[in-house]
C-alpha cells in the first residue's frame, strides 16, 4: 500500500488537503509517526511537532499495549488487562520505567521549550499505525489537558 513512511505521508497530505486553510498544528508521534507527519507538515504549510507517548505493555510481550503514559496522562486498558489475567500492580515497574523513558524523552525533543499552545487550534495527531489503539488515546487524552 505504501513504499515507505514518507510515500504514506504524501498519500495522507493528499487526504488532508482541505484542513490547509485551517492552519493545523501536525503534532507527530515519534518515531514512526515523525517522517509521516514531515510530509503533511510540507504539503499543508504547517508548523510540526512531536508529541511524545509510551506504550505501556505485560513484562513478557512488552509491544502489545495494555496501557500508555502520555504528559499527565496513564491508561490502562482494562479489557487486555481482564483478558491476560493481570492488575494494575503487575504493571508498576513497566509504568514506572515508561514514564522516566517518557521525561527523558521529553528533554530530548522539547529541549526545555514549552509545548505550544493549541487552544482553537485544529490538531492533526500522526502517527504510523494504530494496533490496540491506547498509545492513540493516551495522546488524545494529554493533548486536550
Do not use: H
Not at 488532508?16 to 518515531?31: D, G, M, N, V
Not at 504539503?43 to 499495549?65: I, M, S, T
Amino acid at each position: 500500500m505504501f513504499q515507505n513512511r514518507y510515500d504514506a505521508g504524501r498519500q495522507l497530505a493528499e487526504k488532508l488537503a482541505s484542513y490547509q486553510t485551517e492552519k493545523p498544528l501536525i503534532l507527530a508521534l515519534p518515531r514512526g509517526g515523525v517522517p509521516i507527519g514531515f510530509e503533511v507538515a510540507q504539503a499543508l504549510q504547517a508548523p510540526l511537532d512531536v508529541f511524545v507517548v509510551r506504550k505501556v505493555g505485560p513484562p513478557w510481550n512488552p509491544e502489545f499495549g495494555v496501557g500508555a503514559v502520555a504528559p499527565g496522562v496513564q491508561i490502562l486498558d482494562e479489557s487486555s488487562l481482564r483478558m491476560l489475567g493481570i492488575n494494575e500492580s503487575d504493571l508498576k515497574g513497566v509504568i514506572e520505567r515508561e514514564q522516566q523513558e517518557l521525561k527523558r524523552r521529553l528533554q530530548l525533543y522539547r529541549q526545555g521549550e514549552d509545548f505550544p499552545n493549541i487552544a482553537g487550534k485544529t490538531v492533526i495527531l500522526i502517527d504510523d499505525g494504530v494496533a490496540t489503539g491506547v498509545t492513540t488515546r493516551a495522546a488524545i487524552q494529554a493533548i486536550k489537558k
